[in-house]
């Protein structure tokens, strides 16, 4: 269950939408050059394509959402906030002004901003979202459960996410690139140590395996005997549900379903997650 926490109901008063009216309504006119990047953006990687197309629609219709800045006080200038995206493909098509809106934000809450409005849209790799929360984790002593509240995430699909750093520099490589997904990352965790991770990405890879392929390799390499007979037809019903329980609980769910019964079976790979499930399910 999604929980929207007050930053993040905060985030939408902080930026406009075209459903809210006018968007670049008590904005402020801002010069280009004078804006400095977010030190805490999440962001690390912005797609060409998608930054010329951007720049060709501001090219015609402006800067509609303006860009949330925070000022400097020691350059005199401003730090980007939220709208790196928009920020980069105006100087693109050359402009030398854009609007914004100015608002007073410590580090912390500048890192939180940038990570709620990249989720809310989606721009997010698992692993930059993943050294985002690292770095409210590690560097300001928000909690996971914190965390969890301030982007609407189960603080159990904010611990697996975290987990992910835990992962082997090549298979943090072959999921940043693209190779893997984070479904194949996070089967890869259920290994007890890198080597064994990482050899067992280079079989995903080189076979091309599904996730579910994946997490029957895993299996096998850590040992578990698979359950005998032919594995049945998968219900699209019992996989919708099945979808459904693992956005809820932030982690891998099977269901075995007959005409007399069956078993649900949570995943879960600390004492924390299983605190967090628990909790879930007692609610």
């Known amino acids: 269950m999604a929980r929207k926490s007050a930053l993040g109901r905060g985030l939408d008063a902080l930026i406009p939408t075209q ?20 030190p805490r953006q999440p962001r690390q990687f912005i797609n060409d394509t998608d930054l010329q197309e951007l720049s060709e629609s501001i090219k015609n219709h402006g800067v509609i959402q303006p860009l949330i800045l925070s000022t400097d006080l020691t350059t005199g200038g401003y730090i980007l906030i939220a709208g790196e995206r928009r920020l980069r493909a105006a100087m693109l098509a050359g402009l030398q002004y854009v609007p914004a ?17 990249n989720i809310q849209r989606a721009d997010l790799t698992p692993l930059e979202t993943a050294e985002a929360y690292r770095q409210l984790n590690e560097e300001f002593g928000v909690s996971h459960e914190e965390i969890a509240n301030r982007v609407g995430k189960s603080r159990v699909a904010v611990t697996n996410t975290l987990r992910l750093l835990k992962l082997p520099k090549s298979v943090l490589s072959a999921l940043a690139g693209g190779m893997i997904t984070e479904g ?6 259920g290994l007890s140590n890198p080597q064994a991770q990482a050899a067992a990405m280079q079989t995903v890879t080189s076979r091309e395996l599904t996730v579910r392929q994946t997490e029957e390799l895993v299996r096998k390499l850590a040992g578990e005997k698979p359950a005998p007979g032919v594995e049945p037809a998968i219900d699209p019903e019992i996989n919708a549900v099945e979808q459904r329980l693992m956005n809820h609980f932030g982690t891998k769910v099977k269901i075995r379903h007959s005409k007399k019964g069956g078993a649900i079976t949570i995943n879960y790979y600390s004492d924390e997650e299983l605190d967090a499930i628990i909790s879930l399910i007692l609610r």
Do not use: K
């Not at 809210?20 to 050059?33: K, M, R, W, Y």
């Open 184 to 189: 194949h990352a996070r089967a890869l965790l």
């Open 101 to 117: 809106i100015i608002r007073q934000a410590t580090e912390q809450e500048r890192l939180e901003l940038a990570l709620i409005e």
């Open 19 to 38: 459903d809210s009216g006018l968007a670049t309504s008590g904005a402020t006119s801002i010069p280009v050059n004078l804006i400095e990047p977010n």
